[in-house]
T-cell receptor, first 115, second 114 residues
Framework: ETGVTQTPRHLVMGMTNKKSLKCEQH?????MYWYKQSAKKPLELMFV???????ENNSVPSRFSPECPNSSHLFLHLHTLQPEDSALYLC????????FGYGYTFGSGTRLTVV | AQSVSQHNHHVILSEAASLELGCNYS??????LFWYVQYPGQHLQLLLK??????LVKGIKGFEAEFIKSKFSFNLRKPSVQWSDTAEYFC????????????FGSGTQLTVLP
């Protein structure tokens, strides 16, 4: 257990479904992140929340919608996904000081398959 | 924008062999450097990190890495690998130019044969 918990561990969804991924951190960190890990590609940063405010969105399609209701919880809402969106989605948290993230900790990820 | 290159996609070694995995980054300013490991079916774990000071950093499980600023490199080493080191290894960097974003290399799959 890393202190960052992601649910569900596995998710299979159709292209017309709506689902949500959940992330919870128990480390007292003030920043949370969503990353996408696809086969044969580097991890890609999708969203950054610092002090519950979204500060970066790396040109992610609008079919991915993040939500950060408080500093401990992060959601990724999914709708009308495409098969190429199948990947491992990783949540991470860190303690930001002076704009740097310290103590980056990752969750185990949600393995998403879009059919 | 910064980038990270890991030139070895798959490395196969026998137990007790020495390991060196290459990592190069492209950014001319101050960097913080990391190596992560991902064992099969498990989460990313931090092996070691460099922020400042001694360029030779020691991490967990006998791993070490050397930061060579002139070569923009941060290679990972272990003198004698074990079968349990079989995993995927990722190099990552945070720069002053994009301080919130950990930029990862594409990873190196290490297979250690018993």
């Amino acid at each position: 257990e890393t202190g960052v918990t992601q649910t569900p561990r596995h998710l299979v969804m159709g292209m017309t479904n709506k689902k949500s991924l959940k992330c919870e951190q128990h480390l007292g960190h003030n920043a949370m992140y969503w990353y996408k890990q696809s086969a044969k590609k580097p991890l890609e940063l999708m969203f950054v929340y610092s002090l519950e405010e979204r500060v970066e969105n790396n040109s992610v399609p609008s079919r991915f919608s993040p939500e950060c209701p408080n500093s401990s919880h992060l959601f990724l809402h999914l709708h009308t996904l495409q098969p190429e969106d199948s990947a491992l989605y990783l949540c991470a948290s860190s303690q930001e000081r002076s704009g740097f993230g310290y103590g980056y900790t990752f969750g185990s990820g949600t393995r998403l398959t879009v059919v | 924008a910064q980038s990270v290159s890991q030139h070895n996609h798959h490395v196969i070694l026998s137990e007790a062999a020495s390991l060196e995995l290459g990592c190069n980054y492209s950014y001319g300013g101050t960097v913080n450097l990391f190596w992560y490991v991902q064992y099969p079916g498990q989460h990313l774990q931090l092996l070691l990190k460099y922020f400042s000071g001694d360029p030779l950093v020691k991490g967990i499980k006998g791993f070490e890495a050397e930061f060579i600023k002139s070569k923009f490199s941060f290679n990972l080493r272990k003198p004698s690998v074990q079968w349990s080191d079989t995993a995927e290894y990722f190099c990552a960097v945070i720069t002053r130019g994009s301080a919130r974003q950990l930029t990862f290399g594409s990873g190196t799959q290490l297979t250690v044969l018993p």
